[in-house]
């Protein structure tokens, strides 16, 4: 019984790992960058966000996570993280809330919306693999600055989730 418990506790330990190390990696440029876009450019992006969704919807971006080591001199361009990520969102958000009845269902059933980027799991293009919806969050795990030019394709993957699922 012990060492089983040792055992679970080492392979959380180890699952949690590659996140402890990839966060420490990034330096003092990286952790810079993201906060000037936090500070600058992050809260139009919410506010838009959370216009075309049409109420307060909280939303939650793993930071470290998205940042990777050595692009700092990338975040504040708009390939990096807005038209990978936050361009489809607010635009998915939009095409629900086209009408009364997208508005009432996203808010009826849209409790958060959770951003993060794991290397391991992220699609490279197949966006749908990306997202899920359980419980009321919205989860988006997909990789900043690749493919920035396929907005209108990561659009339609949030689109349809949410409308499968609302």
Do not use: C
Request: proline share 5%; net charge neutral.
């Amino acid at each position: 019984m012990i060492l089983r418990r040792g055992l679970m506790g080492l392979a959380a330990l180890l699952t949690l790992a590659p996140l402890a190390v990839r966060a420490q990696s990034l330096g003092l440029a990286e952790r810079r960058a993201l906060a000037a876009y936090r500070q600058e450019k992050y809260p139009a992006i919410e506010a838009g966000i959370q216009q075309a969704a049409g109420f307060p919807v909280p939303v939650e971006v793993e930071w470290e996570q998205l940042a990777q080591p050595g692009d700092a001199a990338h975040y504040a361009h708009d390939d990096y993280f807005l038209k990978t990520i936050f361009e489809p969102l607010t635009a998915a958000l939009r095409n629900i809330t086209t009408d009364a009845m997208g508005r009432d269902a996203l808010k009826a059933k849209l409790q958060r919306i959770h951003i993060r980027f794991d290397d391991k799991t992220a699609p490279a293009s197949n966006y749908p693999n990306g997202l899920s919806f359980k419980d009321g969050t919205l989860d988006i795990n997909w990789r900043p600055y690749s493919n920035a030019a396929d907005v209108k394709e990561r659009t339609q993957a949030i689109t349809q989730l949410l409308e499968r699922n609302l």
